[in-house]
């Protein structure tokens, strides 16, 4: 549950040009965001305990070039009662010429590139442009 809206705040936040947005982390936003910094899409982000709250927030700072962020466009394929999949034999079908989809895996959340060479399938998450 808490995956989608960390999805909506940061398709919020990409479509407003906001430098930076604030969510609940859990261990699969967690590695998100890792994938997401690795991959460029943002600037960072950092683990921080909120005062009021006394709960940890994940502060994510948003990657922008010209006053524009660096995602263009952003499409997820799960909801909350559909998960779409994706088999090892399908992985190689997918073209990378543009964008990246994020997969989630038993290792782990991963990009198609890094799928591939791990050889494994899993569902797919959503595609950022």
């Known amino acids: 549950m808490l995956f989608f809206i960390f999805f909506s705040v940061f398709k919020q936040a990409i479509n407003k040009n906001l430098k930076f947005i604030y969510v609940k982390p859990t261990k699969t936003i967690i590695h998100v965001v890792y994938l997401l910094y690795k991959l460029g899409y943002i600037s960072g982000f950092s683990l921080l305990k909120h005062i009021k709250l006394e ?3 994940l502060k994510i700072y948003l990657k922008t070039t010209k006053n ?3 995602v263009h466009k952003i499409c997820s394929f799960t909801s909350l009662n559909k998960r779409c999949t ?3 034999k399908d992985l190689w079908f997918v073209s990378m010429n543009a964008g990246v989809f994020l997969i989630n895996t038993t290792m ?7 799928a591939k060479k ?3 399938g899993g569902f797919l998450m ?3 442009l």
């Open 55 to 57: 709960n940890l927030v």
């Open 68 to 70: 524009k962020n660096t």
């Open 108 to 114: 782990g959340v991963l990009s198609i590139q890094e």
């Open 126 to 128: 959503f595609y950022i």
């Open 86 to 88: 994706i088999s090892l």
């Open 118 to 120: 791990f050889n494994i």
